[in-house]
């Protein structure tokens, strides 16, 4: 009995082995599959197998193997196709005559392997492993706005890389200043985690880790996606991004705009630098010339000293010193110089000049600097140069020398640097008229501003020898406009105006002659009269306005017109009454008609 049981396992096994040797179908090795790529949203076409015969294809299943459990999607009966129930059952159709399944929509859970099957025994089955691929979208960097100190002992975060919407995961690679980043012991880490959402696709986030130096302070930091396509290898690039990198300083100074030569009145700022970051806390010292001692000045919240309007007084050394507020530390700059140029007062003598007519008078111009400087005398009414040089000389005066006169201090080596004085020579003499006579066109009952100019020295006062209501201006320190409103009355039209000006050494007049003017309609109005010219003591000026000859030749040619038409008038009634007739006697007929 034991015999018997050992012979019949001995023939079982080597009946079992006999089956693998010679090979089941369907359990033996599986070729690869056949691989078909497509992007997410795309069409995947799944054909059966090159193998088959046009005949294959009237009695095929197709199937998806998820998990290595093959599930029935799609059945082809006599060419025929039909969907099973299921995920597939609205994405499934034929094509290329029922060689051909295609899926439609494609999404990153129909990443798997499907398999065609015909009539034929499993051995001829035909498996097609589906990639699927998203390209995500461009990578966003947020850096690290907190900062990193260089003498943390540990790698900092940098900055964060995030790559959304991706299938496959994409692969993350760092870049400094162009070069790419590697793990590093104690100096760079990198961290990736990533994160499925419910439409399969990935989110990748990265995280760079790094200790950095002083010289990071302007480094350029960026993140590069890459991911694959059916087209290819593919990349995607951040925006490069700096992270504030915080070290000690190690040295401050003093820093003046604007550079070059300062002058009195320039807008001068004075700022403390530091090669830290944060800068360090400033103050800025000026040296007292008395005491040598260094004296805090008064700066803004930025620690800069601003001088509104540079002064020479603000020359002088200046000092910065920094103040680490963590450490505590403090450092000191180098002494500075800083000198404002200046012009003084410009100083005239004499500082009332007045002369005789036909003498001469000498005018002296002085300044301080602490440059070279330049003098030279102006006439202030027409600005022309009269002389270069501290000292103006007049000779043989005359009244027309009286005046403004300015002299300009200015330094030729800052430009723009210069101080004037403008000083009023006199000249003494009577009053010297404007004008000495004037006659004029009015219209009665009209309210007129007479005008009457004088000069001389000592200054004239001006009086009017008609009743009215008077003002003055001053023209310059020797001369007088009086103005005159008045009503033009009979009595005014017969005596005129007289306007008389005196000083202390003499009189003299203005008289306007008002002469009525016939042709302009009457009625109270109101007229300016004013002289513009100047005319020296002895000079007579007489003004007539126009005669108004265009309106009476435009009256005259409208008259002639209008007899005319009278007479042509005249003329058509006579010839259509038959009472103009032809000849010697018609033509007497007429004149003896036209007189009556």
């Not at 000389?393 to 002299?407: F, I, P, S, T, V």
């Amino acid at each position: 009995m034991g015999l018997s049981r050992l012979v019949c396992a001995f023939l079982l096994a080597a009946c079992c082995c006999g089956r693998h040797a010679a090979g089941v179908p369907g359990e033996a090795e599986q070729p690869e599959p056949e691989l078909v790529e497509v992007e997410v949203g795309g069409t995947a076409l799944l054909k059966c197998g090159p193998s088959h015969s046009q005949g294959n294809f009237s009695h095929v299943d197709w199937f998806s193997v998820h998990k290595e459990k093959p599930t029935l999607i799609f059945r082809v009966r006599q060419g025929q196709g039909q969907s099973e129930p299921g995920e597939y059952q609205h994405r499934l159709s034929l094509q290329d005559k029922g060689t051909t399944l295609a899926l439609t929509y494609v999404t990153p859970h129909d990443e798997r392997i499907f398999l065609c099957q015909g009539k034929r025994p499993r051995s001829q089955e035909h498996r097609i492993q589906l990639r699927v691929y998203k390209a995500p979208e461009e990578p966003t960097i947020q850096v690290n706005a907190l900062g990193i100190p260089v003498n943390s002992r540990e790698p900092e975060e940098v900055a964060t890389c995030v790559g959304r919407n991706g299938y496959p995961i994409p692969q993350v690679v760092w870049y400094k200043n162009g070069q790419p980043l590697k793990e590093e012991k104690n100096r760079v880490h990198i961290q990736s985690s990533q994160i499925v959402e419910s439409s399969g696709l990935y989110t990748l986030r990265s995280v760079l880790k790094a200790q950095l130096l002083k010289e990071d302070k302007d480094a350029q930091f960026y993140c590069e996606l890459n991911y694959r396509l059916p087209s290819g290898n593919h990349m995607k690039e951040s925006r490069e991004v700096t992270v504030p990198v915080f070290y000690p300083a190690e040295k401050v100074w003093l820093e003046v705009e604007p550079v070059g030569m300062l002058k009195e009145g320039d807008r001068v700022e004075i700022r403390c630098l530091a090669d830290g970051n944060p800068p360090p806390h400033f103050s800025i010292s000026k040296q007292n010339l008395s005491t040598k001692e260094m004296e805090e000045e008064t700066t803004d919240d930025n620690g800069v000293l601003v001088l509104a309007r540079a002064q020479k007084e603000h020359s002088g050394l200046y000092e910065c010193q920094g103040l680490d507020l963590e450490t505590m530390a403090s450092l000191l700059s180098g002494q500075q110089e800083l000198l404002v140029n200046y012009v003084s007062d410009v100083r005239v003598s004499p500082a009332a000049p007045e002369s005789e007519e036909g003498s001469s008078l000498t005018l002296t111009c002085e300044a301080e600097s602490n440059q070279a400087l330049e003098f030279q005398w102006l006439r202030e009414k027409t600005g022309q140069v009269l002389e270069k040089g501290p000292v103006l000389q007049l000779h043989n005066l005359k009244r027309e020398a009286g005046g403004g006169y300015r002299c300009m201090a200015s330094v030729p080596s800052v430009p723009g640097l210069n101080r004037t004085q403008l000083v009023n020579v006199a000249i003494f003499g009577p009053p010297w008229m404007a004008l000495k006579e004037r006659k004029m066109w009015v219209q009665e009952n009209v309210v007129l501003n007479l005008s009457c100019e004088a000069s001389g020295h000592p200054r004239p006062t001006i009086s009017w020898n008609v009743e009215g209501l008077t003002s003055e201006q001053d023209q310059d320190p020797q001369s007088v406009l009086s103005i005159l409103n008045v009503l033009v009355t009979p009595e005014l039209l017969e005596t005129g105006a007289e306007c008389v000006a005196s000083n202390s050494l003499g009189k003299n007049t203005t008289i306007i002659l008002l002469e009525l003017d016939s042709n302009s309609t009457t009625g109270l109005s109101i007229s300016t009269v004013s002289p513009h010219a100047r005319a020296n003591s002895t000079s007579t000026e007489k003004k007539l306005p126009e005669p108004e000859s265009k309106g009476v030749v435009i009256v005259a040619v409208t008259v002639c017109v209008l007899v005319l038409a009278v007479l042509g008038a005249v003329l058509y009634f006579f010839y259509k009454k038959g009472k103009l007739p032809c000849g010697r006697s018609g033509k007497q007929e007429m004149e003896r008609n036209i007189s009556i």
